[in-house]
Every structure is written in structure tokens, then in C-alpha cells.
């Protein structure tokens, strides 16, 4: 089954870090753009960040901006979304996607609660 796998997603409290992976199943995740977005109960999916298949584009959204950092190591066909300064607003399940294969995975929960 071709999808992402991800893990990391914790209950953290506010203003902790966490650091989330993906690893593409199946699949290589070579001159893919790869990307993060998250859902949480009630609120419309967001995208949080994406990178480039080269790495070298990465965007964000404006609420994550400065405080969520996306990395690709094409070597192990995986993703990483480094979040600092977290809030209760960044609560939800975390998805790794593919923009263009549309493949994406389970999600990983993530709480951030005090």
C-alpha cells in the first residue's frame, strides 16, 4: 500500500516543541514536493507547510510562519516538521502528503494542552 507513515505527535504543553517524521511506504518520495497539513476538530483543514522536491522551496502557512521548520531527507524517503513555540491552536492530527501523487498517510495526533 503506497502511503506516508507518520509519528512524533505527543500531548505537549504550550510554548514545547516537537518534532514530527514521515516515511513514504511503497513509494519514493524522489522529485516529489512533500508537504504537512493538519486537522482539528471542527476547523477547515490547514496546510502547514510544504517543500519543494529539491528541498530548496518551503512554504508555510502565515500561522506557523517562524515557528514550524520542514525538512526532507530523500535518503531514508523521509519528512520532518520541526514546531517550536506551540499553542493550543496547533492541536490536531498531522497529516504527511504529496501534492501530486495525492498520497498522504494516517496522521499523528498532536495535543498541545496544559
Known amino acids: 500500500q503506497l502511503q506516508f507513515v507518520e509519528s512524533g505527535g505527543l500531548l505537549v504543553q504550550p510554548g514545547g516543541s516537537l518534532k514530527l517524521s514521515c516515511v513514504a511506504s511503497?513509494?519514493?518520495?524522489?522529485?516529489?514536493?512533500v508537504g504537512w497539513f493538519r486537522q482539528a476538530p471542527g476547523k477547515e483543514r490547514e496546510g502547514v507547510a510544504c517543500?519543494?522536491?529539491?528541498?530548496?522551496?518551503?512554504s508555510y502557512a502565515d500561522s506557523v510562519r517562524g515557528r514550524f521548520t520542514i525538512a526532507r531527507d530523500d535518503s531514508t524517503e523521509a519528512a520532518y516538521l520541526q514546531m517550536h513555540d506551540l499553542t493550543p491552536a496547533d492541536t490536531g492530527v498531522y497529516f504527511c502528503?504529496?501534492?501530486?501523487?495525492?498520497?498522504r498517510g494516517q496522521g499523528t495526533q498532536v495535543t498541545v494542552s496544559a
Open positions: 502528503y504529496s501534492p501530486s501523487r495525492g498520497l
Open positions: 517543500a519543494s522536491y529539491s528541498g530548496g522551496i518551503r
Open positions: 511503497g513509494f519514493t518520495v524522489d522529485y516529489l514536493a
